[in-house]
């Protein structure tokens, strides 16, 4: 067993520094282009250049945030944190969505102002270097690309570099037009279409980010064939008070409330359970066992959430949310 749990840990081990090493690198590359990219940006009055460096800049702070909280989650748990650190990777994923759209709103606002006041803008210069910001950004979508699966951290930071990828192609496109066009205007329009482009992918991260927050559901966990799926379980007579959470962006925990027909099948149920739970995502889980006619402590609190449908209360003038 110690063994195992020593294997298990070196395994985590190795995991957390792989994924650090390459979110350095990628610290790395995005930072020296942002400062190339922002010293040109003022040095040819391009707001298209300065608001995509504005916005590599929050993609910096990005994977630094991520970085430290990765680092967080991976500090053992003590007296006052008995799960350790791991929700820290949640809030971190919230406050990356939220700097975003602050940034939004800055570069929205100085594109309208640079709408009324155009200024002569090279579009050789936005080209070249958008064009270096494509390789930059590709590659480091390139390298975070097969780790955003397991862990929503990872993943908001691959669409970012992506996007920026996509939003780099686009400058490009303008730098050749404002020099073919000599229409200067043109470098806010870029402005405000980064900016609808950022809106736009970082949407989805704040509202899975504030879900998580509340403790709703994981998004990729599908709780009606979860609750099928334990109803079918061998020994389980019905059951009550399930409740899926995330610990983390890669860690989700569950409690549930069995009833049994035999106290006898207690360990194979438990065992069926304890897979079938880890298959849907749920690494940690507590699973309490009842057998029939005993009354539950916990129904009285009203989190009861049962494989017997319960009549919903009649709520008036509420709209409940939907997850």
């Not at 081990?13 to 190339?36: D, G, K, P, R, W």
């Not at 006619?293 to 916990?298: A, F, I, L, P, T």
């Amino acid at each position: 067993m110690s063994h195992s749990h020593s294997h298990s840990h070196t395994h985590s081990h190795h995991a957390i520094e792989s994924v650090s090493t390459t979110l350095i690198v990628c610290i790395i590359l995005n930072l020296l282009f942002v400062i190339a990219e922002a010293a040109i940006g003022f040095s040819y009055h391009s707001l298209g250049l300065l608001s995509d460096a504005g916005h590599n800049l929050s993609d910096i702070f990005s994977l630094l945030l991520s970085l430290f909280a990765i680092r967080m989650a991976a500090r053992k748990g003590n007296r006052h944190f008995t799960y350790g650190y791991k929700k820290s990777t949640i809030l971190v994923s919230l406050t990356n969505a939220v700097i975003l759209l602050i940034a939004v709103g800055g570069i929205l606002i100085e594109s309208i102002y640079k709408l009324y006041s155009p200024g002569t803008v090279s579009g050789e210069a936005i080209s070249w270097t958008a064009g270096a910001g494509i390789l930059v950004n590709g590659a480091t979508a390139l390298l975070l690309m097969s780790r955003r699966k397991n862990d929503l951290n990872i993943k908001g930071a691959f669409l970012h570099m992506a996007m920026d990828t996509l939003v780099s192609v686009g400058v490009v496109i303008s730098g050749i037009l404002i020099s073919l066009t000599h229409y200067y205007a043109l470098d806010a329009f870029i402005g405000m279409g980064i900016a609808l482009i950022i809106l736009i992918s970082t949407w989805k991260l704040l509202k899975e980010s504030l879900y998580l927050t509340l403790d709703a559901v994981p998004e990729h966990i599908h709780l009606d064939k979860l609750e099928q799926e334990i109803s079918q379980t061998q020994g389980v007579e019905s059951w009550h008070h399930l409740h899926v959470w995330a610990v983390s962006t890669t860690e989700n925990a569950a409690t549930l409330h069995v009833v049994i027909t035999s106290l006898n099948e207690i360990e194979c149920t438990k065992h069926a359970l304890k897979q079938l739970l880890s298959q849907h995502g749920i690494t940690h889980s507590t699973i309490e066992f009842e057998t029939p006619g005993s009354q539950c402590e916990d129904t009285a609190k009203g989190w009861n959430h049962s494989s017997t449908p319960q009549k919903e209360p009649a709520l008036t003038g509420i709209k409940l949310p939907t997850f």
